[in-house]
C-alpha cells in the first residue's frame, strides 16, 4: 500500500538564507534547518533512507524551495 509522503520546503524567514525542511507521513515528522539547498538536499535524501524506507511513499512536494533530490 502506498502512503502519502509530504516534503515541505521554504525559507526559514524574510531575513534568514536558511531553509526549513520538513518530511511528514501520516505517523512520522521530521524537520531540519539547512544552510543551503545543498545541505537541504543532502538532509532530505538522508531522512528518506534513514527514516521512510520502510514502505512505499507517493512524494508530495509542498512549499517555495525547490530542491532536487534523489529517491532511492
Known amino acids: 500500500m502506498t502512503q502519502k509522503l509530504i516534503i515541505h520546503t521554504s525559507m526559514f524567514g524574510p531575513r534568514s538564507k536558511d ?8 505517523d512520522k515528522s521530521v ?3 539547512a544552510r543551503s539547498r545543498l545541505e537541504a538536499r543532502r538532509f532530505i535524501e538522508y531522512a ?17 524551495v525547490t530542491i532536487d533530490f534523489r529517491a532511492y
Open 31 to 33: 524537520e531540519y534547518r
Open 48 to 64: 528518506l533512507r534513514l527514516h521512510f524506507s520502510d514502505a512505499k511513499y507517493q512524494i508530495i512536494r509542498d512549499g517555495d
Open 19 to 26: 531553509i526549513y525542511v520538513c518530511l511528514k507521513s501520516h
